[in-house]
Structure formats: structure tokens, C-alpha cells
């Protein structure tokens, strides 16, 4: 199943995950540490992290190390950044209707 | 930037909405206008250099506003909006589907809430948009993108004017 990205960052575990091992990668263990919750918890919300593309996982040794796919954390920041530039432009042109607006009804 | 108007954006992942609020210094009978008169929706509603074109709109509940976000190029994207729900100068409730030039729309589209209300002369607006899956939302982008830069550039004329 493809996951929907968003879908993946809505949890706040999941995004409290991504907070920590854009720090450095950790094991599973390492992060059910950080959490109130079971390392069996913690594999699920990598699992979908990793199935959305998220992060990735490097074996060292005996242990699973997870990581962050920074370029793909990057690709949600890029569009929401640019949604939220065009919604800025809009309301500064809607500024300016409203002052036409305004004098308009002045003139009156 | 001219003034502390209050502007916030952000997305709710868990409930796939994406919350806009903005301030105007104008009173809400003309902010309202500006949101439901296709004439003056047409001056504001599409991102510098893109224009709005407007072939239809009927404001009431069940109405319809069909229009085109034109590039410069002159590529159109139509989009179907119906109107749900209205409460003069309170409140609307539309559902917005991207569309053909004749109108035949996509199956799934978004909802759209407008909430107005008004304090010592600001009115204060909120938007939230709902969709089914937030990586459609990545297609309002489609288009858009291009132009961003440019809106940017005019963006500054239009302040530094303002600032005259």
C-alpha cells in the first residue's frame, strides 16, 4: 500500500521520530527511550515512516539504524512554503482592492 | 510589510486541513464583498502574474461560481465551486473541484469554510480547506510555482508603491 505522506507526519510520535533521528540515526530501542511507549510502538510508526519514504534503515552490526530522508522532508517544507506565498500575494492584493474599496465609498 | 495585520497558515495533518487566518483593516461589509462579488474576486483572487476570469458566479446556497486561473501564457485551470451553506456576513461553506473548460468536474475536490468577523474596524477572516488526501493539495500548487517568482518581484512594487 502507498502511503500518503501526510498522512505519515500526522502522528505526533511519528513526528516527534523524524525530530529526534534528524539529529543523528538511532536504533529502535534507542528511540522507544525517548517515548512513553513499547519498542514494538516505536517499529510500527517506523515501519509506515519507511514505507512512506521517509526515513531509511541501515544495518550496523546486530542493530537497525534509522535515518531521515532529508530531501523528502524538504519536498513537503518546499510546497507548503510556496501554498503559504501564494495566500500572502492574494491577501496583499485583496488589501488592495479593499483600499479601492474604502475610497470609493468615500468619494460617494 | 505596512501594518501588524495578524496572517497565519498552517497544516493539520491529523485532520488534513490546511487553517488560514488573516486580518484586514477594513470593515467586514466590504471584506465580505471582496469574497463574494465575482468582479472584485477576479482583482485578488489569482496570485500575480496569473489572472482570474470569471464565467459564472451565482452567490447563494446552492449556487455556483465557475472560473479559470489564467497564466500568462494563457493557460486556463477551471475550477467548479458550489456554494453550501451562507450566513450573511458571517459565514460560508463551499466545495471546490478542479474542472474541464466545460465544466465537467474531477470526482473528489476540497471543502472550503469562510469565517468573517469584526472588531474596532479589523475584520478578521478564516479559511479552512479540507481534503480528502493532502498530497492533492500539492496540485494547487501545479502552475502556480512557475509564476513565483514573478508574483514575488510584483509583491515588492506593488509594497514599495503602497509605501509612496
Not at chain 2, 485551470?77 to 453550501?84: G, S, T, V
Amino acid at each position: 500500500m502507498r502511503r500518503d505522506v501526510f498522512q505519515a507526519i500526522a502522528d505526533p510520535t511519528r513526528r516527534a521520530i523524524i525530530a529526534l533521528i534528524a539529529l543523528q540515526a538511532m536504533t529502535p530501542n534507542a528511540l522507544a527511550e525517548n517515548f512513553n511507549t513499547t519498542r514494538q510502538a516505536v517499529s510500527k510508526h517506523l515501519r509506515i515512516l519507511t514505507e512512506c519514504e521517509l526515513v531509511k534503515q541501515e544495518q550496523q552490526g546486530r542493530e537497525i539504524y534509522y535515518s531521515l530522508e532529508i530531501e523528502k522532508m524538504k519536498e513537503i517544507d518546499i510546497w507548503l512554503e510556496q501554498y503559504r506565498k501564494i495566500w500572502e500575494t492574494r491577501f496583499n492584493q485583496l488589501d488592495n482592492v479593499l483600499k479601492t474599496i474604502k475610497n470609493k465609498n468615500h468619494g460617494k | 510589510m505596512e501594518n501588524n495585520l495578524l496572517f497565519e497558515f498552517t497544516l493539520d495533518k491529523a485532520t488534513k486541513t490546511v487553517l488560514i487566518t488573516r486580518e484586514f483593516s477594513a470593515p467586514l461589509s466590504h471584506v465580505w464583498e471582496a469574497f463574494t462579488n465575482a468582479e472584485l474576486l477576479d482583482q485578488w483572487v489569482a496570485p500575480k502574474p496569473f489572472t482570474s476570469r470569471t464565467k459564472y458566479m451565482e452567490f447563494k446556497e446552492g449556487g455556483k461560481r465557475f472560473y479559470a486561473m489564467v497564466s500568462p501564457e494563457g493557460d486556463e485551470r477551471w475550477a467548479l465551486q458550489e456554494y453550501k451553506t451562507i450566513r450573511p456576513k458571517t459565514y460560508f461553506k463551499m466545495y471546490n473541484a478542479f474542472a474541464d473548460k466545460d465544466g465537467i468536474t474531477e470526482p473528489t475536490g476540497s471543502e472550503w469554510e469562510y469565517t468573517f468577523s469584526e472588531q474596532n474596524g479589523i475584520t478578521k477572516v478564516t479559511i479552512s480547506i479540507y481534503n480528502e488526501s493532502l498530497e492533492r493539495l500539492e496540485r494547487i500548487l501545479d502552475g502556480f510555482t512557475i509564476g513565483m517568482k514573478m508574483s514575488l518581484v510584483n509583491l515588492d512594487e506593488l509594497l514599495a508603491s503602497l509605501s509612496k
